[in-house]
Structure formats: C-alpha cells, structure tokens
C-alpha cells in the first residue's frame, strides 16, 4: 500500500511539473507576436560582428512541455575568428530525473548533475556570457525553443538575433543531401571533438560557422541584415521552432 502510495504521489508530481511547465512556456500567440517584434540586427561585414556559438543538452526534445537543460557550451567569435580561451561550460540539474534515452544521447546521467547549478542559474549565467551577441547554434530552432522555455524561471530575455548553422549551409549548398553537424565536419574537413558534449559541439559549430561566413561574404553578402534576408534565417528558425 505505501509503495501504492509513493507511486501515485510521483505520478501526480510529475503531471503538476508539466502543467507548471506548459504555463510557463511561450504559448502559440506569444510566439507569433515575438515574431513581429523588431528585430536589430548589428551594423557592418559579416566579420565585423560579435558572435556566441552555443549547443544545449537536454533531458528530451520537448521544451514546451517540460524538457530541461542539463548541460549549456558556447564559445566567441570576433572579426571572423574562435576566441581561443574564451569559453562557457556548465552543467544545469534539472530537478527532475535525466531519461536513460536521453543519457545515452550525451552521456550525462543524474549523478553528474548533481551539484550543478540549478537550471534557472545556469541558463541566467550563459545570458550575462552572451550579451547581445549575435546567437548560433546548428538546427537552432530547438536551442532557441529551449531557451524560451525556460526565460521565465530563469528571469531573463534572449532577444539576440540568432543564426543557424544548418539553414546556412542549406542556403549555400542546396544540393548537398546532408546537413548534419558530423556530415558537414567531414566535408569541411575537420573532426568534432566530443560530438553531443555540449562545449564540444558549439566548439565544432563555430569552425564551421566561420567558414559558412566567409562563403557568405564572397557571395557579395554586405551584411546580417542582408544575410537574414536572403536566407529567410529569422522565419525558418520561427517555424521550426514550433516543433518543439
């Protein structure tokens, strides 16, 4: 009977995490007027622009209702090249058990997580590390939905433009079959250390990112504003983005 009772307790917590969640979480109205607000983007060449390249790893892929950040990597680039030394790397606990299929994803279990700081904190210190950088990340839809997800725990805002590596190859190279992180790393020569570990994938995403630039600018592209138009960048990400 207690065992009973133990299971039906968690059960009803769970269910009452997820509701909390779903209030807290951009709903569909709040997403499209997000959408029309302006947005500013920074003056200049491409390679004249501050950007934080960043990757998440979560308990699932569903934001909305109720996924959580476990572990948050990013590194700078500035005037077209990787910051050497200049990285963030926290692991976030979820107050809520990491799934097995998840772990076996990133690698990350229960314990290591731990003693990280709670997931609000972290993602408040990856806001005050971004500033108003431009935002990239590869299929950056779900990073984004991710981090909207959790603005109102974490009392913060991103209203960073944000960039996607994904739509940006796709833009440059229509034909290619694939765009996968690891598919493009081959392409581009080069080797992704520590692929679904947070750090190691923003770290491999911004050696492609750089080289996607500087495509870009040799396509006569003058600007972010000019990019963003181009590539439709800002309403892809918005659509995908309601996926999760």
């Known amino acids: 009977m207690e065992t009973a009772r133990r299971g039906a307790t968690g059960l009803i917590s769970r269910i009452l995490r997820a509701?909390?969640?779903?209030?807290?979480?951009?709903?569909?109205?709040?997403?499209?007027?997000?959408?029309?607000?302006?947005?500013?983007?920074?003056?200049?060449?491409?390679?004249?622009?501050?950007?934080?390249?960043?990757?998440l790893e979560t308990t699932g892929l569903a934001p909305s209702r109720g996924d959580r950040i476990v572990s948050i990597g990013a590194v700078r680039i500035e005037r077209g090249a990787i910051l050497p030394g200049d990285r963030f790397a926290s692991f976030a606990k979820p107050s809520r058990p990491i799934p097995p299929a998840s772990t076996?994803?990133?690698?990350?279990?229960?314990?290591?997580?731990?003693?990280?700081?709670?997931?609000?904190?972290?993602?408040?210190?990856?806001?005050?590390y971004a500033g108003d950088a431009v935002l990239v990340a590869h299929n950056a839809a779900f990073d984004l939905a991710c981090l909207h997800a959790a603005e109102a725990q974490a009392g913060v805002r991103f209203s960073n433009p944000v960039l996607c590596s994904l739509r940006l190859s796709q833009w440059l190279d229509p034909d290619e079959p694939d765009h996968d992180l690891d598919w493009l790393a081959a392409r581009h020569g080069f080797v992704v250390s520590g692929r679904h570990d947070a750090l190691g994938d923003a770290e491999a995403t911004a050696v492609l990112v750089c080289d996607l630039l500087r495509r870009a600018e040799a396509r006569r592209v003058a600007s972010l504003e000019e990019l963003f138009r181009r590539t439709r960048m800002r309403e892809l990400i918005a659509e995908a983005a309601e996926r999760f």
Request: aromatic share 6%; glycine share 4%; with cysteine.
């Open 19 to 55: 509701a909390a969640d779903a209030v807290l979480s951009p709903n569909a109205e709040e997403r499209v007027q997000r959408r029309r607000e302006p947005l500013t983007l920074p003056a200049g060449p491409l390679a004249a622009c501050r950007y934080v390249v960043f990757d």
């Open 104 to 128: 076996a994803v990133h690698g990350i279990t229960d314990a290591m997580v731990a003693h990280a700081p709670p997931w609000p904190e972290a993602v408040r210190a990856f806001h005050a």
